[in-house]
């Protein structure tokens, strides 16, 4: 993988300086902006919309919360498997970062000293957005365009080849999908008990539950036309 970055041909190193180039082009400010916002900015507000979809599931209630919330609690931890699967591809590749192997980039972040492929930041936003595209279809895209401008950033910034970032948000999708099935069959029976105690049962609904040991209900239930159509925001 160093070999195909040292190659001034590769479609790769010239995206790279394309990208990167506009940031040498850009006003200091608009620099620290970008670098903010790949570095904490999107990241944090995915997280943000995923606690909002989770405060809007307690508020609403109903028979389907716990499985609403089991989706939910699947997109951190499917964006905390995806990386700790990037630690041996990171291990086996040992691809530099690109600012060592080229000359001519501007770094915006220093201090980056661990191997290139693939990106953490990539990997951790997409594995979040389609996580949470799968419990909301509509902030879901949003997350995921999110994700994908994250990754943008990165290579703006001069940490990371345009390959590590498509790396990154493939490895991110195929985690939070492939496992989804298995992290549902888990989860949705762990969230019915947190539901049904009395002590944590507000992690599940703020409307408590009915004397027949149901969820709380606001009227019948909708039926959702697909994965991830429930209002999870109502």
């Known amino acids: 993988m160093a070999g195909l970055a040292e190659s001034g041909s590769n479609p790769d190193v010239d995206l790279l300086y394309d990208i990167n180039g506009l940031a040498k082009a850009a006003p200091p400010w608009f620099d620290r902006t970008m670098e903010f916002v790949?570095?904490?900015?999107?990241?944090?507000?995915v997280v943000l919309m995923v606690m909002w979809c989770w405060w809007g599931v307690r508020k609403r209630g109903g028979e389907d919360a716990a499985v609403s919330v089991a989706a939910l609690v699947w997109a951190p931890l499917a964006a905390a498997v995806a990386v700790l699967v990037n630690v041996p591809i990171r291990g086996i590749v040992e691809r530099p970062r690109p600012f060592l192997d080229h000359d001519g980039l501007e770094v915006l972040v220093s201090g980056k000293t661990d191997y290139s492929f693939v990106s953490d930041h990539a990997?951790?936003?997409?594995?979040?957005a389609v996580g949470l595209f799968l419990a909301h279809r509509k902030f879901g895209l949003v997350a995921i365009v999110m994700a994908v401008f994250a990754g943008f950033c990165r290579v703006y910034m001069g940490v990371h080849y345009p390959t590590d970032v498509i790396g990154g948000l493939a490895l991110g999708t195929a985690v939070a999908l492939l496992l989804s099935p298995a992290a549902m069959a888990l989860?949705?029976?762990l969230m019915r008990a947190i539901e049904r105690s009395p002590r944590a049962g507000w992690l599940i609904t703020a409307h408590g539950r009915d004397s027949g040991g149901g969820g709380a209900t606001r009227g019948p239930r909708r039926e959702a036309s697909g994965p991830g159509e429930r209002d999870l925001a109502a």
């Open 123 to 128: 990997t951790l936003s997409m594995a979040l």
């Open 187 to 189: 989860l949705t029976p």
């Open 38 to 45: 790949g570095e904490y900015g999107l990241l944090f507000a």
